[in-house]
T-cell receptor, first 117, second 112 residues
Framework: GAVVSQHPSWVICKSGTSVKIECRSLDFQATTMFWYRQFPKQSLMLMATSNEGSKATYEQGVEKDKFLINHASLTLSTLTVTSAHPEDSSFYIC?????????????FGAGTRLSVL | DAKTTQPPSMDCAEGRAANLPCNHSTISGNEYVYWYRQIHSQGPQYIIHGLKNNETNEMASLIITEDRKSSTLILPHATLRDTAVYYCIVRVAGSGGNKLVFGAGTILRVKS
């Protein structure tokens, strides 16, 4: 099956610093990648949709200047949390779409747990 | 995308079939039913999807009612490793850019 790799899996940073999370599709090309955030005991919330070579589309309430998304190639998207604060501590998960048959399937990375001190 | 309703939790004995229901009474003709699961502290895992015919793969079976207003995910022989949150999602498919909207899902606990 399609594999999505996310790195790092866990990061701790000081308040005010920036953190970059990478999402790679290892064995397929992904024209669209998605970034989600999940707080403890809650469901996944979509943050943004990223298309290769174009600007990301952010969901309502997500600050685009704080969560910078770059999708420079068909296999790599990055999420940078700028000037992170403790309230940004969360589980960040990416997914990528591989067109397959009559429907399409999102394949997810293992997630990145961010802790901001 | 149509809204789905799932029970908040279910228990299943190890080795028995787990039947997870999902209601999607407002589903439209071009919306598929997708099932994902999320094991604790991991990213969601795709299980299966279908439009109107029943589907089966190596992980599970998906039974969709004739009127498409509800469906059931069946794990034929549940194991302890199947303990997870199971999400039923309906959405239009085909373009690759259609987002998934996750609800609360069903917490399935498989017990020995």
């Amino acid at each position: 099956g399609a594999v999505v790799s996310q790195h790092p899996s866990w990061v701790i940073c000081k308040s005010g610093t920036s953190v970059k999370i990478e999402c790679r599709s290892l064995d397929f090309q992904a024209t669209t990648m998605f970034w989600y955030r999940q707080f403890p005991k809650q469901s996944l919330m979509l943050m943004a949709t990223s298309n290769e070579g174009s600007k990301a589309t952010y969901e309502q309430g997500v600050e685009k200047d704080k969560f910078l998304i770059n999708h420079a190639s068909l296999t790599l998207s990055t999420l940078t949390v700028t000037s992170a604060h403790p309230e940004d501590s969360s589980f960040y998960i990416c997914s990528a779409t591989s067109l397959s048959g009559p429907g399409d399937i999102q394949y997810f990375g293992a997630g990145t747990r961010l802790s901001v001190l | 995308d149509a809204k789905t309703t799932q029970p908040p939790s279910m228990d299943c004995a190890e080795g028995r079939a787990a039947n997870l229901p999902c209601n999607h009474s407002t589903i439209s003709g071009n919306e598929y039913v997708y099932w994902y699961r999320q094991i604790h502290s991991q990213g969601p895992q795709y299980i299966i999807h279908g439009l109107k015919n029943n589907e089966t793969n190596e992980m599970a079976s998906l039974i969709i009612t004739e009127d498409r207003k509800s469906s059931t995910l069946i794990l034929p022989h549940a194991t302890l490793r199947d303990t997870a949150v199971y999400y039923c999602i309906v959405r239009v498919a085909g373009s690759g850019g259609n987002k998934l909207v996750f609800g609360a899902g069903t917490i399935l606990r498989v017990k020995s």
